[in-house]
């Protein structure tokens, strides 16, 4: 009896597998998934701190993510890096 529920058209989402769409952004320590493919390291700052970031690739649908490792930042984790044209 429920209505038809249209999902959302997040831009964010689109072209994503649904383990990626899944993956929950801008938490810490949120899990990744198992086809994400970790790629190079690199040092950001973050005020006066640096932090590390983490390249991974997902194989099944090519969503770039990074993953930055910031104890400070409760928000900081997942997120999609958007395709360059
Ligand atoms: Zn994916």
Not at 22 to 42: C, D, I, K, M
Not at 61 to 84: I, L
């Amino acid at each position: 009896m429920t209505p038809d529920q249209t999902p959302p058209t997040d831009a964010t989402h689109a072209g994503m597998c649904e383990p990626c769409a899944a993956v929950q952004q801008n938490w810490r320590r949120a899990p990744g998934h198992a086809e994400l493919v970790q790629g190079a390291n690199r040092k950001e700052l973050r005020g006066e701190k640096t932090v590390t970031v983490t390249r991974y690739r997902c194989d099944h649908c090519g969503t770039v993510w990074d993953y930055e490792n910031n104890k400070a930042n409760q928000h900081a984790g997942w997120s999609v890096v958007p395709r360059r044209a």
